[in-house]
């Protein structure tokens, strides 16, 4: 099969098509019910937050579920491809939607609500990972990786394509790889990966420019040497 090519950089508009074509919005979470679940587990913070919501400039949490339904399944394959196997991606979720509703004032503000969430998400990915990669340097982690929920209508050939990707996602730095999986699976524009990581647009693209080349030479290597093991 084909390796991916790297793209030029960036046209006189600043603007680029994403290498991987259209991003895939990836395991589809019911709304109400996931953001009752959410909700449950989380309960005495929703209870507080309704109550102040009506007296501050905070978003509702009507709009916050909104935002929930709109946005939780693109944050949850972005959480699974930053954070890395081994991570429940659906409690990364839940975690955003903590400190989105902890910061809503933050977020009511945010020019790009998208942005801020998956901003937050980078963040709290980053996190996870450095106490999984300590946890397990200290074998204190004795769990079985966890399975990825994928549907079970999905081919081999599909489950190989997306390990593929993980696996090469895993040789990037984490600098690198936000931008790349914002960029390419998630479907951001630069401008609002600038305002989500907090970093200039220039730095978008030069960081996308070097991912999606080391991201294309690791694809061929695994591909030459067998392509990925589901």
Known sequence: SSSPTVPPSPSASGKQAPLLGSPSRGHELPGDEAFLAF?????????????????????????????????????????????????????????????????????????????WLFGVATKVAATRRRS??????????????????????????????????????????????????????QGLSGEEISQALDIPLKTVWSRLFYARREFAAEVQRLESNGGAHV
């Open 132 to 185: 999984a990669t300590w946890k397990r340097w200290l074998g204190l982690d004795a769990t079985l990786e966890l399975v990825s929920a994928e549907s079970p209508a999905r081919s081999l050939e599909q489950k190989q394509a997306s390990q593929l990707v993980q696996q090469a996602l895993e040789i990037l730095s984490v600098a690198k790889r936000e931008v790349f999986v914002l960029f390419e699976l």
């Open 39 to 115: 909700g449950h587990k989380v309960g005495v913070l929703v209870t507080a937050h309704t109550d102040v919501a009506t007296a501050s400039s905070t978003l509702t949490l009507d709009e916050v579920r909104r935002l929930y339904t709109a946005h939780a399944a693109g944050l949850r394959l972005a959480l699974q491809r930053l954070a890395g196997p081994g991570l429940d991606p659906d409690d990364l979720v839940q975690e955003v939607f903590v400190v989105a509703l902890r910061k809503s004032a933050d977020l009511a503000r945010a020019q790009s609500p998208s942005a």
